[in-house]
Nanobody, 121 residues
Framework: QVRLVESGGGLVQPGGSLRLSCAAS????????MGWYRQAPGKQRELVAT???????NYADSVKGRCTISRDNAKNTVYLEMYSLKPEDTAVYYC???????????????WGQGTLITVSS
């Protein structure tokens, strides 16, 4: 069974920075695209950033210039560094990855359990 486990959430002051990590584990054959999504209270889940297996990145307009996504393929891990955080960045952040396990013929999307970031003074 493939698991995605996020870490690094917490309380941060406006203008601060934070780094999230998400590690995939299990009988992994290959990982395709990885990414981060977030869901604020009362809102739908939205894309934050994605990164392909080749390293191409894509960012939501709301975080462009304040956010860097990266991955370590050897560790099956994706990172999200966020800077100049704003109260509106408060949300549960979810890791997403297209992971082919030993039992899969394709790359089904997997989700982590989420980690809360609260931006408040």
């Amino acid at each position: 069974q493939v698991r995605l486990v996020e870490s690094g959430g917490g309380l941060v002051q406006p203008g601060g920075s934070l780094r999230l990590s998400c590690a995939a584990s299990g009988r992994i054959v290959s990982i395709g695209a990885m990414g981060w999504y977030r869901q604020a209270p009362g809102k739908q889940r939205e894309l934050v950033a994605t990164i392909t297996s080749g390293g191409s990145t894509n960012y939501a307009d709301s975080v462009k210039g304040r956010c860097t996504i990266s991955r370590d393929n050897a560790k099956n891990t994706v990172y999200l560094e966020m800077y100049s955080l704003k109260p509106e960045d408060t949300a549960v952040y979810y890791c997403n990855a297209d992971v082919k396990s030993f039992w899969d013929s394709g790359y089904p999307a997997r989700w982590g359990q989420g980690t809360l970031i609260t931006v408040s003074s």
